[in-house]
């Protein structure tokens, strides 16, 4: 008998979040880990009449691409990649990860000849998203290598998965419909503002948001989610920031990431572990040593860091940069083949204020 957990996350993931109707073409990217989900969201989108193709990936493909590549083979993008990004209706990716390691020890300059050949999906795949071109939605799926990126057993860690994406809730959607009304209000007070300041242990910066649109993320793009974002004007931000939590991309964690802002631009960046990888990201292109996204965590039931960015980022009482490509809906307009969130938790001596006044201290929302 399925479980009944499970097929609330699939509703909500054909009904709410890709709104899947029929003759949409319907794209499902998953690993077999994932299979109970995976089976499930394609019963659910047929019944909804969508077309829908599944790429399941093996564990161990990825590496052995990076590994095994020539240049050429790295730079060549599939046309079946041009085919899901500029043809589908509805993208889902399901991460269910077997060893979020796997390309720790892959050459920084490897993976951004690959990153920088396929940009121009990226760029194509926000640029449908924000006309409302396309509906797509990232979700993970619990494993054993999350759950000890987390530090729990499986069994807490899937408790955790459930209950952060709502699953446990009577009616997920409507769960998820009323933080987006909480949300709205903090968007709505935010909208006409201009100067954000962060300040706190080792962090004191500024940065403009005059004239951008604040998104309201809440579970339809990212499931679960909880944060509202926008995108910094390119030039503003100065000052300096500390970042609590690891940043993890392509397997390498980076500690203790320090930035520091003029004009807009990372002019200086350290790390406690992988300070070089830090460094290379930061050199992929001229986008990606500036903002593309100003984030504010608003999900108070995710509390714990797991490594994980799709949790980490929504932790209520925190806030995110990304440097590299900003989301067109915002209005930001940098440009990069890198889009990198890192996370600083301001609930312990933490503030945010927005043209002088207190928004959120110590964690909590003041508006």
């Not at 109707?21 to 989900?37: F, H, K, N, S, Y």
């Not at 720790?104 to 690959?114: E, G, Q, T």
């Not at 987390?150 to 209950?163: G, I, N, P, T, W």
């Not at 996370?343 to 933490?350: E, F, P, T």
């Amino acid at each position: 008998m399925p479980d009944p957990r499970i097929e609330k996350w699939a509703d909500a993931l054909v009904r709410f979040c890709l709104d899947v109707r029929p003759g949409d073409l319907m794209l499902v990217r998953a690993t077999p880990e994932a299979a109970p989900l995976v089976r499930e969201v394609y019963r659910r989108a047929l019944l909804a009449g969508g077309h829908v193709t599944t790429v399941i990936a093996l564990p161990g493909m990825e590496e052995v691409f990076y590994t095994v590549a020539n240049d050429d083979q790295l730079r060549h993008v599939p046309p079946v990649e041009e085919l899901y990004t500029e043809r589908y209706d509805c993208l889902l990716n399901i991460a269910a990860a077997t060893n979020t390691q796997a390309l720790s020890s892959v050459d920084p300059a490897r993976l951004r000849l690959a990153g920088q050949a396929r940009g121009r999906l990226m760029e194509t795949r926000m640029a449908r998203s924000a006309a409302g071109e396309v509906r797509w939605c990232g979700t993970l799926y619990p494993t054993e290598a999350y759950a000890q990126d987390a530090a729990m057993s499986l069994a807490e860690y899937e408790a955790f998965v459930f209950d952060a994406c709502r699953l446990n809730e009577p009616d997920p959607v409507a769960a998820w419909l009323q933080q987006r009304d909480i949300q709205q209000r903090l968007i709505d007070w935010l909208t006409p503002r201009d100067r954000v300041h962060i300040l706190g242990p080792d962090i004191d910066i500024t940065m403009s948001v005059k004239g951008r649109t604040w998104a309201n993320s809440y579970g339809l793009r990212n499931f679960p989610s909880g944060e509202i974002f926008t995108g910094p004007i390119e030039d503003s931000a100065e000052g300096t920031i500390r970042f609590t939590y690891p940043a993890s991309v392509n397997g390498r964690q980076v500690e203790d990431i320090r930035l520091w802002f003029e004009q807009g631009k990372v002019v200086r960046a350290t790390a406690a572990r992988n300070e070089d990888y830090l460094r290379a990201m930061l050199d992929s292109d001229a986008g990606a040593r500036y903002l593309g996204e100003l984030g504010i965590g608003a999900n108070f039931g995710i509390q714990r860091f797991t490594g994980s960015i799709l949790f980490d980022e929504k932790i209520g009482g925190t806030v995110h940069l990304a440097v590299g490509r900003s989301y067109p809906e915002t209005g930001g307009v940098n440009q990069s083949v890198i889009h990198w969130d890192m996370v600083a938790d301001l609930r312990r001596g933490g503030e945010i204020r927005v043209d002088g006044e207190p928004f959120a201290v110590d964690g909590r929302f003041q508006v």
